[in-house]
């Protein structure tokens, strides 16, 4: 698979702003500008100075839009959205080292708004991971009543179920049944 580390950290950054939305949980995890800030210190987003109101209704916004790309049917339509994100944030690509990081590609613009920073790093990223024909591994949670989404980075993209306790705890459940189940049925010799 041709995805790098830098896409894999802007996944990662995706996953976590997606699955702060109250659609998914029940609340809002980002429901004012402090936790705003918290999540850009957690995600270690470079370059950002001082949020407001607006930086958070811009991240809300973004929100939505990043997690309609997890519905989509198509890669057409995936990368329709996607273009209109990162069309909608100036990106600007660059090559940069900064804070002892190797050299890599910020396509934000400098010292862009927080809301057009992650439309054009998260949107890229999504961008690259279409190149590299991998829509299929955008998945949301298959535990009945979660809406989190994840990216399956496994080898044989088998993953069914995201990172929460709840959800990773179901699905040994089920595997500790199934093994029950199959002792059951199949004398050990
Ligand atoms: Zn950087
Ligand atoms: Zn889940």
């Not at 699955?19 to 800030?37: F, Q, R, W």
């Amino acid at each position: 698979m041709l995805i790098t580390h830098d896409t894999e950290c802007a996944l990662s950054s995706l996953v976590e702003l997606l699955n702060t939305a109250p659609e998914v949980c029940g609340t809002e995890l980002l429901p004012d500008v402090a936790a705003l800030d918290a999540f850009v210190v957690r995600q270690e987003i470079s370059e950002i100075d001082s949020l407001t109101e607006e930086d958070l209704h811009r991240v809300h916004d973004l929100r939505s839009r990043l997690r309609e790309v997890f519905g989509t049917e198509s890669t057409a339509a995936a990368a329709e959205l996607v273009n209109g994100i990162v069309a909608a944030a100036g990106t600007t690509p660059r090559l940069t080292n900064h804070d002892h990081h190797g050299w890599h590609i910020h396509y934000f613009a400098p010292h862009a708004a927080l809301g057009d920073h992650l439309a054009a790093e998260l949107g890229m990223a999504l961008a690259f991971i279409f190149m590299a024909g991998e829509r299929e591994r955008l998945r949301t949670c298959e535990a009945p009543d979660c809406a989190r989404v994840f990216v399956d980075l496994s080898r044989n993209r088998s993953r069914r179920y995201c990172d929460s306790r709840t959800c990773g705890n179901r699905l040994h459940v089920a595997a500790y049944r199934a093994r029950q189940r199959s002792a059951e049925t199949v004398p050990t010799i």
